[in-house]
């Protein structure tokens, strides 16, 4: 699926972004990179900037027009850093990997087309494309570096296609698999510690019982925003037993630790 993804780079000037546009590209899973009339290619700077993504300059394809380069592509999205004067249909990033991965797991070919470092692209080449795509910036300063912008879609990309597959971002597993464990703490678990923990407070002096002003609320109310699992409670509950030896005047020792 990601082999029907093209970026396309024209007419660019620095041999280094087209390595480091090669190295973005292959950190992310994209192999197919098609230059239009480079002005500087092969080029040994290239080859250092891509740093490892060597095989991905050595398959690039040059061609001469951006028309060539665009053959047989179902969709063709457009990079912009500003306005244009004729309105046109505009995706920010996320989006536009959202459409590019939908029409490329359909067996689409799909380009991604970058401008020159100096000027972008021209209106012309824009109207060739379906959509435009704008990378949000702060106003005043809106123009990416050339391989930065590759970085930041091809990113984009990756994490739509994983998305795709059904394969969760490293958040999203670590919330599953805590989850999903079994070893979260239980409801009676939790009353416990909430009764030794609202005990250990009264008694260094933390919570009046006079006037709780709602202490035990918040606490709750934070706890159960942090599902808490069974090892962890231990811990807190080890806390608060040695907070209470302390408060008594019972501090003793463990091994060889000074508690
Ligand atoms: N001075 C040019 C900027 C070119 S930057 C101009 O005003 O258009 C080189 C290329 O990087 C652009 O053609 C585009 O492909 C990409 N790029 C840079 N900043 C971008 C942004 N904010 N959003 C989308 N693409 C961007």
Known sequence: ?????????????????????????????????????????????AVSRASGASDILDNAQVVATLEE???????????????RRIPWPLMDPRESATAVCAEASDGAEVALVFGREYAGLTNEELQRCQFHVHIPTAPDFSSLNLAAAVQ???YEVRMA???????????????????????LAT???????????????????????????HLMARLRR?????????????????????????????????GNKDV
């Open 1 to 45: 699926m990601l082999q029907n993804i093209r970026v396309v780079l024209v007419n660019t000037s620095h041999p280094g972004n087209i390595g480091g546009a090669a190295r973005a590209m292959k950190n992310m899973g994209l192999s197919r990179l098609i230059l239009v009339d480079p002005l500087d290619f092969p080029s040994h700077e």
């Open 69 to 83: 380069a665009l053959v047989g592509c179902r969709l063709v999205l457009g990079t912009s850093a500003r306005d």
């Open 152 to 154: 930041v879609l091809s």
């Open 161 to 183: 296609w994983l998305a795709a597959q059904g394969q969760p971002s490293k958040v999203e597993k670590f919330e599953v698999t805590s989850v999903r464990s079994g070893q």
């Open 187 to 213: 409801a009676d678990e939790l009353e416990h510690f909430y009764g030794h923990l609202q005990n250990t407070l009264v008694e260094i002096g933390f919570l009046d019982p006079e006037k709780p002003r």
């Open 222 to 254: 934070l706890f159960s925003r942090s599902a808490v699992n069974k090892s962890e409670m231990n811990i807190l509950r080890g806390i608060l037993t040695e907070t209470q030896n302390a408060a008594r005047g019972l501090v003793h020792k463990r």
